[in-house]
């Protein structure tokens, strides 16, 4: 058993050492912006800033100054990622405060018209409908106001339409 794992140490041990060499490559973009993998170092004319990685660095190459300049610039303070941060916030509560404000809207629109479509059908089916004028005595409903009232829930249920 002793053997076995001494054996078993000693080709892990061997399989490391050549990963280490396979590890030990440069890489860079040559002239016409291919990426050139290489154990050999890359040709002189090769400017520094265009040497992706190099052996012994597990990181890429320093970037060119203009890249860094230019991530500096677009990377944002702190301050200013909250700023946003409360912008889209209140952007978004605006936007469903709105959309609960339609909602309501739309669910009291629905309701009127579903009491005015009862109120057109009691209208058109011939009932006498009647009302309670301002001393509690009940009237009823002439002819004439009848035809007045279809007239109004016609036009009621025509807005439901739309």
């Keep these: 058993m002793n053997t076995l794992f001494r054996h078993t140490f000693v080709t892990a041990l061997i399989c490391m050492g050549f990963a280490g060499a396979a590890?030990?490559?440069?890489?860079w973009l040559d002239d016409k912006g291919v990426k050139q993998f290489s154990d050999m170092p890359p040709p002189s004319s090769i400017p520094a800033s265009r040497i992706l990685k190099q052996p012994g660095s597990s990181t890429p190459a320093a970037a060119p100054a203009e890249a860094v300049a230019s991530e500096a610039k677009s990377q944002m303070t702190t301050a200013e990622k909250n700023a946003e941060f409360r912008k889209r916030q209140t952007e978004r509560a605006e936007k469903e405060k709105k959309a609960a404000e339609e909602a309501k809207i739309a669910s009291e629109k629905?309701?009127?018209?579903?009491?005015a479509q009862e109120y057109h059908r009691a209208l058109e089916s011939g009932e006498?409908?009647?009302?309670?004028?301002?001393?509690?005595?009940?009237?009823?409903?002439?002819?004439?106001?009848?035809?007045?009232?279809v007239r109004e829930s016609r036009r009621v249920l025509d807005d439901c339409k739309s």
């Design 128 to 149: 006498r409908i009647s009302r309670t004028d301002k001393n509690g005595e009940r009237s009823y409903l002439s002819d004439e106001q009848r035809a007045k009232e």
């Design 23 to 27: 590890h030990a490559q440069y890489v």
């Design 110 to 115: 629905a309701r009127n018209c579903e009491r």
